[in-house]
Structure formats: structure tokens, C-alpha cells
């Protein structure tokens, strides 16, 4: 089975790390998933809003189980081979509180606005400004 990985479609940070994930993923055990699509979101965890995920991703584990940023990320390490060290020692009491605080900082921290490419994101054009 694969895992669903619902990440933030509007965000570059995001877009960038479900690359790096994908290029990982020898196994193709992860399946990503946009999920501010509402369609998507509502097919693979109709309980999730759009603002929740915009907060941070989600995993679905095989009992159908949501698993939120840092504790989505132990469930990514479970199935990716180079991440099997974030699954071992992630876990541990100090460790694992100390990636939901780096977790909360990253994602209080990206940039989602505007035009968003994978390289960059730009505020909106305005009438008359230059492109």
C-alpha cells in the first residue's frame, strides 16, 4: 500500500520537498497528494480543511489514521529507506519534541503569497507594475 502524502500545492518549500521525497522514494511507497485541491483532499481525508493543510502536511497511515507534520514525517521515514534513522531515532522522547518544535518553526516560516513557482514566490503583479 501506498502512503498519501497531502501537502500544501501553493507552497514553493512544499512543492520543493515532495521532490526530494519523490527522488528518495525507491520503493514508490509514497503517493502525494495536492491537497489544496478540494477534491483530492475530500477523496483522501474528507475531515482535513484547506486551512489545515496549509498549516501542515498530513500522512495517511494503512489503518486510514492522519498523522500531522512532524508525526507525518515518522510515518515517511517508516517507508523510505534513506530516512529509516529519522524512523529509529526520531521517535525517542527528546528527539521527537524537538522535531515538532523544528517542524512548527519551518512551517510558521515558509512563504506562501502570491504567484508561487518551485523557485520563487512573488507577491501579486499589481495594474502598471512590471513583469
Known amino acids: 500500500m ?10 514553493p518549500l512544499c ?3 515532495v521532490r526530494i521525497l ?3 522514494d525507491w520503493n514508490d511507497r509514497l503517493q502525494f497528494v495536492d491537497a489544496t485541491n478540494a477534491e483530492a483532499r ?8 484547506e486551512a489545515q493543510v496549509t498549516i501542515e502536511m498530513y500522512v495517511i497511515d494503512e489503518r486510514r489514521r492522519l498523522h500531522g507534520g512532524y508525526e507525518g514525517w515518522l510515518q515517511i521515514a517508516r517507508v ?6 529519522l524512523g529509529l531515532f526520531g521517535r525517542l522522547p527528546g528527539i521527537r519534541h524537538l ?23 512573488a507577491p501579486p ?3 502598471g507594475s512590471p513583469r
Open 42 to 49: 475530500a477523496f483522501f481525508a474528507p475531515s482535513l480543511t
Open 99 to 121: 522535531g515538532h518544535i523544528v517542524y512548527r518553526i519551518i512551517a510558521a516560516n515558509r512563504v506562501r503569497r502570491g504567484r508561487c513557482t518551485d523557485e520563487v514566490c
Open 22 to 24: 519523490r527522488a528518495l
Open 2 to 11: 501506498r502512503l498519501p502524502v497531502l501537502f500544501d500545492g501553493g507552497c
Open 125 to 127: 503583479l499589481t495594474p
Open 80 to 85: 523510505v529507506p534513506l530516512l529509516w534513522p
Open 15 to 17: 512543492r520543493r520537498t
